[in-house]
């Protein structure tokens, strides 16, 4: 027994890798909100780019396309979190993501007319991989932002979500269509993480530093007070702007 629980332990620890629990699953569960919010499309996109084919390769179509997708994804995603610690990069991050949450609530529709169908099993997935790398910064910046670093988060909230995203694509448009407090939420989650990037730039630290004596909080709190303010910004912008 002691043997099971010693091996549960370092499969857990492996898993969240060494990140508090308390930390790790809020975050795991923001990262799969962010993807639902903004993958809708690509899900659409393999829908789209599949229409044409053969029912007997439409499902591997659709399979292929969504192992692509999720691989460039991890991959684009873990790059930009290694890039993170960069003094400044957080700081246009954040600006990159305000500019991404009032576009959410500012466009009422994506680019799907724009998407060709094939009539190749490969040349779907060819489709899917060109619509991807073009939409992927929006969807990997606010990924890396919440993950903090950890690849295991990275990881496995795209291994959850995109699956989820691409083999319930109905599901996920119906929702959003039917729940517009959806993508509200989602546009305030990234203005959030945006206003914790801003305070905890390596550029910008010490300046933070400074804020908070003088405001009497420690830099934790000062955190969750540009992460309010900047769920607030977006909110109030996205407003004005619709």
């Known amino acids: 027994m002691v043997t099971l629980a010693a091996d549960a ?9 060494g ?18 919010i903004l993958s809708g499309d690509n899900a659409v996109v393999i829908a789209l780019a599949c229409r044409s084919l053969p029912p007997a390769q ?22 930009i979190a290694s890039l993170l610690s960069t003094p400044w990069l957080k700081v246009i991050g954040s600006i990159l993501l305000f500019w991404i949450a009032v576009k959410l609530l500012a466009e009422e529709g994506g680019d799907e007319k724009d998407i060709k169908d094939s009539s190749n099993i490969w040349g779907a997935v060819q ?34 979500s995109v699956p989820l995203i691409v083999f ?15 993508v509200w939420a989602g546009a305030a989650l990234l203005g959030w993480i945006a206003g914790e990037l801003i305070v905890s730039d390596p550029g910008v630290h010490h300046h933070a530093e400074v804020v908070a004596r003088s405001l009497g909080v420690d830099m934790h709190t000062l955190e969750r007070i540009a992460a309010g303010l900047g769920a607030a910004f977006v909110v109030v912008v996205g407003w004005m702007v619709r």
């Open 9 to 17: 332990t370092s499969i857990i620890d492996w898993i969240t890798g």
């Open 58 to 79: 439409r499902t591997w179509g659709i399979v292929l396309g969504a192992a692509v997708a999720v691989l460039m994804r991890i991959v684009f995603t873990v790059g």
């Open 127 to 160: 489709t899917v991989v060109v619509a991807d790398l073009v939409m992927s910064l929006d969807n990997v910046l606010p990924i890396a932002a919440a993950a903090k670093g950890s690849w295991s988060l990275i990881i496995l909230g795209l291994a959850i």
């Open 168 to 182: 319930g694509a109905t599901l996920v448009m119906f929702l959003l269509t039917r729940f517009p407090a959806l």
């Open 19 to 36: 990140m508090p629990a308390a930390l790790f699953w809020p975050a795991l569960g923001q990262i799969m909100l962010i993807n639902l």
